[in-house]
């Protein structure tokens, strides 16, 4: 971790009015005191945002890609100290860190490359006898100043989701990061500062501000920014909208992501997806498996591979490469899954499976009834839920009455029931045969319905942060 003390500010760093503890989640003991912002600050790096706005806006396409390229380059040396940075503050397991460095630096040489294709088109105006001899044509144009505002769980991996398309588009970015979480953030954007200062552009086209919401409503409530780019849960995601309005809002919200398995599926296939995915990042990520929805006819077999698995998946340190769960990022989040776990019994749910231990480990409930927040909201912890269904349809059917749409898989072994799923589970992303969660940061991610709007991965996010321009002219005679 090496990066100046304060906050990256304007074009330099500037004392925080006050600090606070980033703690291990493992154990409770303090990593550091990171500095804490305010609403002043906030004020502050609005104004220089807005400031060097037209100037961001006009740098060339090859100083773009070159800073992106020379951050993906500072982060990739620094490799294995983000991971380790990432396993304290966050307390997932070192082998989810690995894989949320390796997807940042995918993100960031991905958006490098997708400055070369950020371009318009010529379009036709003679379809109408009027625009004979007219030329036209259209143009992306940066959409402004950008607020990037990320969640704890991938704090990273979410920090370059936001930092690198809004530069690789032309616009400043301030990016709030979690409270629990501002490390490697700040690590990220001292080296991507750093490379902006090389290439002779202004540091504030990227700034960053720790705080509590009154900090996050300043920067989301400026009437000058052009937009806004959240990850968080839906009622914070609502309220940003509500908030912002008219400024345009990017909204990566929670979910409760199903995965159906049909009569056909490869029964052992699929209970390995349903350990993998409900349980990495100790269940924290909103595209974990949570419901699980089978057949009826394979239900018991499916359980009984289910059991067989989950006495080996492993719960303690996160440092230690084997493990797969571990402490959740803190005491009250913990207490709110427990609380929703045993509500979920006490409406008729069965615990069929709940690993002990002082770290909450893997639990699977059968028979969760709906209207229970284990089934139906995100519960955002090693927590899968099994219910029976008739069939794919009724299955189906189940998948669309959540108020989420981010991410479902099916597993079958029918292209039939893959291309039924596809045209019919009303989500942003259908999976088969692989984990909801499996993602791909080149493609578009996002969610319908309560699980949010607008995309992300780097192409997709550039154009959401720009705005098309049209362009008609008539050559003078």
Known sequence: ?????????GESWVEAPATAPVVFPYDGSTITEAPVGNTALARQALDHAIAVKDKVGRLPSYVRRNVLQATHSAVRAERDA?????????????????????????????????????????VPLDLLPSG?????????????????????????????????????????????????????????????????LEAGAPESALQ???????????????????????????????QIARDAAPTKVLLELGSNSALVVAEDA?????????????????GQACISVQRVLAVE???????????????????????????????????????????????????????????????LGPIVLTDVPS???????????????????????SAFSVVNASRYGLHASVFTASLDTAFTAIDQLDVGGVVINEVPGFRSDVMPYGGVKDSGIGREGPRFA????????????RPRP
């Open 297 to 359: 006819s394979i239900r018991q077999p499916l359980l009984e591979k289910l059991g067989a698995r989950l006495p080996t998946v492993v719960v303690g340190d996160p440092r230690d490469p084997a493990t797969q769960v571990s402490a959740l990022i803190d005491p009250r989040s913990t207490a709110r899954v427990r609380e929703w776990v045993e509500d979920a019994v006490h409406a008729g749910a069965t615990i069929a499976y709940a690993a002990e231990g002082d770290i």
């Open 266 to 282: 490869d029964l052992d296939a699929a209970a390995d997806a349903i350990i993998r995915g409900g349980y990495y990042a100790s």
């Open 371 to 393: 209207g229970q927040p284990a089934w139906d909201e995100e519960i955002f912890g090693p927590v899968i839920a099994v219910r029976s269904v008739p069939d794919l349809e």
């Open 462 to 473: 550039i154009e959401e942060l720009t705005t098309t321009r049209m362009a008609i002219i």
């Open 1 to 9: 971790m090496k990066f100046p003390s304060g906050l990256p500010i």
């Open 208 to 238: 960053l501000l720790t705080g509590g919401p009154d900090v996050g409503a300043t920067l989301t409530t400026d009437s000058r920014i052009g937009a806004v780019s959240f990850t968080g849960s839906a009622a914070v995601g609502h």
């Open 132 to 196: 004979e001899g007219l030329r036209g044509f259209w143009v992306r144009k940066p959409i402004g100043v950008v607020v990037g505002i990320t969640g704890f769980n991938y704090p990273l991996l979410l920090a370059a989701h936001k930092i690198a398309p809004a530069f690789a588009a032309g616009c400043p970015i301030i990016v709030k990061p979690a409270p629990q979480t501002p490390l490697a953030t700040l690590w990220l954007v001292h080296l991507m500062r750093s490379a902006l």
């Open 82 to 122: 983000f991971v380790d940075l990432l396993v304290l503050e966050t307390g997932k397991p070192l082998i989810d860190c690995r894989v949320e460095i390796d997807r940042t630096l995918l993100t960031l040489v991905t958006a490098a490359e997708e400055v070369a294709r950020l371009h318009g088109e010529t």
